[in-house]
């Protein structure tokens, strides 16, 4: 299993509380198994690239280049992992979990 952190929080009640998207966020943390983890990075960078490229061209989009810099810095976490974590287990170490 890959222990992965993650800096989520609901935008929704950040409005409803005041709170600007420059606040901290709450951290959490959740276990994957590799291949879970390959998985969720694969939807996330197409999920990405979608909101970056394809949604523009529709009428009446309103895109957030916030949230898009903040799945891109998201998607080079979870790969980083994903390098290290696969590096350890095909040298015979253990991954907590």
Known sequence: MVNVLSLMENRNSQKRRGQTAKEPMTRIAIKFTIK??????????DQVFRREFIDPKMP?????HEE????????????T?????????????????
């Open 36 to 45: 879970e983890l390959e998985l969720l990075t694969s939807l996330a960078a």
């Open 68 to 79: 898009i810099g903040l799945g891109k810095a998201l998607i080079e976490r979870m790969r």
């Open 60 to 64: 009446g989009y309103r895109g957030n």
């Open 81 to 97: 992992s994903l390098k290290s974590s696969s590096s350890n287990h095909a040298n015979g170490v253990r991954i907590a979990g």
